[in-house]
């Protein structure tokens, strides 16, 4: 029977956790809000997709149909269609409701690892155990092209937010950058030190971030094929990320139990997140940022809101309340995370610890200002978000 809890009320400017859902008798694999925010669902080891409402008097949706394990879970762009892949070498939509209806891709002659719908709604592509990255038509179900140059199971794989360009990792160690319409591939990412279980794009399109079995998160600039920025902040694997849609922020997932949020623009540690009890398995913030939701191999999902928007940290900065302005030590593995706050579900007021040589580093701020104009003079105009973000860049 699932059950919900909602959390009382806590400190407002740190994260905190609202509610938590209970009903899953396995390990949850993934979870996703609805565009409006209105649903949660998650997938999990027990076969069941489950819709997950956020008005508390209102009961949750089980979806059974999968024969094996559900291994990612999304909703389409407009919140009328839901997406799950599966063990089963399948991939179904579901429309989120009491009726549960799908219909079903027999997708790959292997599990399925990812599903993922291109920002328009329109195609679908899904990643398998078979070595292939595969993209179909979502109204026509019609499969379109495979994509086969991994050799090894194929982890993820996610559709630029222009859906101009596909990326994908493999247990092959590479993560590799595709063109949509040509088919043909871009760039390979190499990973020496293990394989990528998840890979995104930046709101802006032009970075990627990767996690996996080294503990570590990276971001990399596609269009200069070059690393950003490299966190090791996590004492485990890290199973999950997602950006924030501002794209000041990713939140991560690992089986150290904790979630971890990154700030990008100040290349620091922002939060530590406690609440599951053994491996954070996934995580995902809302279409607004506003919300994120995790889950664990402790059978539960967890629903959190943020608490923080870019003014409010800009804010916090200025007036010397919040997180200090910090540049890390550039160590001989680049670790990030000087400024911490450590916040869990019972105490969600936090920790602050004060970071160690906090200092502002000239030479940083002048190559951030020259990979600014490398960036403007490879760019035309219009490739760029609104608001230029610049991220700290390692040597």
């Not at 009903?23 to 809000?33: C, E, N, P, R």
Request: hydrophobic fraction near 35%; proline fraction near 5%.
């Amino acid at each position: 029977m699932a059950t919900c809890r909602v959390m009382p009320a806590a400190c407002p400017e740190n994260p905190s956790l609202e509610r938590y859902f209970r009903g899953h008798k396995g390990a949850v694999t993934s979870v996703d809000f609805s565009p409006r925010k209105k649903q949660l669902a998650s997938g999990s080891v027990d076969s069941c997709l489950t819709i997950w409402n956020m008005k508390p008097q209102m009961r949750a949706y089980h979806l059974l149909g999968h024969e094996d394990a559900v291994t990612c879970v999304q909703f389409s762009p407009s919140g009328h269609l839901v997406a799950s892949a599966s063990s089963d070498k399948t991939v179904r939509l579901w429309t989120p409701n009491f009726k549960g209806r799908s219909t079903v891709f027999k997708a790959h002659t292997g599990p399925v690892r990812s599903v993922h719908f291109s920002s328009d709604g329109r195609y679908l592509v899904t990643a398998s155990n078979d070595k292939t990255v595969k993209v179909w038509v979502v109204h026509q179900q019609k499969f379109l092209f495979s994509l086969t140059q991994h050799t090894n199971w194929v982890r993820c794989a996610r559709f630029s937010p222009d859906g101009q360009l596909i990326v994908s990792s493999s247990d092959d160690k590479t993560v590799k950058l595709w063109d949509n319409t040509s088919q043909a591939p871009i760039h390979s990412f190499y990973e020496p030190d293990g394989y990528v279980s998840h890979v995104d794009f930046h709101p802006s399109g032009m970075c990627i971030a990767t996690a996996g079995t080294n503990k570590a998160v990276n971001v990399w600039d596609i269009r200069m094929n070059r690393l950003l920025q490299h966190y090791k902040v996590h004492t485990d694997e890290v199973n999950s990320l997602s950006f924030h849609p501002s794209g000041d922020y990713l939140i991560t997932a690992s089986n150290d139990s904790t979630l971890r949020i990154l700030d990008l623009l100040e290349g620091i540690l922002l939060y530590t997140l406690h609440g599951h009890q053994g491996p954070a398995t996934c995580v995902a913030f809302s279409r607004t940022g506003d919300f994120f939701a995790s889950g664990g191999s402790d059978k539960q999902v967890m629903w959190w809101k943020t608490n923080f928007d870019a003014d409010d940290v800009l804010k916090t900065q200025k007036i010397g309340t919040g997180v200090a302005r910090a540049c890390c030590t550039q160590q001989s593995e680049t670790d990030c995370g000087a400024c911490n706050k450590e916040t869990k579900p019972q105490d969600s007021s936090g920790s602050h610890e004060q970071p160690e040589n906090c200092l502002t580093n000239t030479l940083e701020l002048l190559q951030e200002q020259l990979l600014l104009l490398t960036q403007l003079q490879f760019f035309p105009q219009g490739l760029w978000p609104t608001r230029a973000k610049t991220f700290p860049s390692i040597s």
